[in-house]
């Protein structure tokens, strides 16, 4: 039932993305044309594509990136026992949780009040720009809580390889 419900939510979070980048073509594409083909730049076009680019960034990162995509510096990891690298995987997992934890009420409450301006070609309200940033923060956790919830009571072993990236992903 867990693994079905995730499933579902990664092939929603996989088609946000997708028609995120097919939209986020179309507008380059579009601002292009107008600018080099009929003379006429829509300034617009140009912060869309900024703004889009940012949420898709977030939004991929939060949901749709395994943690094997993700940039790593595991020299000193590669050298421990398994035991060892799930022991520094929980307080490492439990560490990021406690930052964020401590920091998001004061990041959300920044973020509220950007409300005061907006951008400059569009006119959105800059919380509304910056709120995808809460997004990931909260995505990252929860993913951090469950990861270290396998890694206490689960299947440590397989949580412990879905971090690593086999050649064969890597090519």
């Known amino acids: 039932m867990f693994r079905s419900a995730t499933s579902r939510l990664s092939i929603l979070a996989e088609g946000v993305t997708t028609f995120g980048m097919i939209a986020l073509f179309a507008l380059f594409i579009f ?29 991929a990162g939060a949901f ?9 510096f595991d020299v000193v990891f590669r050298l421990v026992p398994e035991s060892g690298k799930r022991l520094m995987m929980i307080v490492g997992c439990l560490a990021f949780i406690a930052v964020i934890c401590a920091s998001i009420y004061a990041i959300i409450d920044y973020i509220m009040f950007m409300k005061i301006m907006t951008t400059d070609m569009m006119r959105l309200r800059l919380d509304y720009v910056y709120s995808i940033f809460a997004v990931f923060l909260i995505g990252i956790t ?18 412990l390889k879905s971090l690593d990236a086999t050649p064969e992903e890597i090519l």
Do not use: C, N
């Open 142 to 159: 929860l993913r951090l809580a469950i990861l270290t919830t396998r890694l206490i009571f689960g299947d440590w072993r397989a949580a």
């Open 31 to 59: 601002g292009i044309m107008m600018r080099h083909v009929f003379g006429q730049p829509q300034t617009w076009v140009d912060e869309a594509v900024t703004l889009l680019a940012t949420w898709l960034i977030f939004w």
């Open 64 to 72: 749709v990136l395994k943690w094997s995509d993700y940039i790593s």
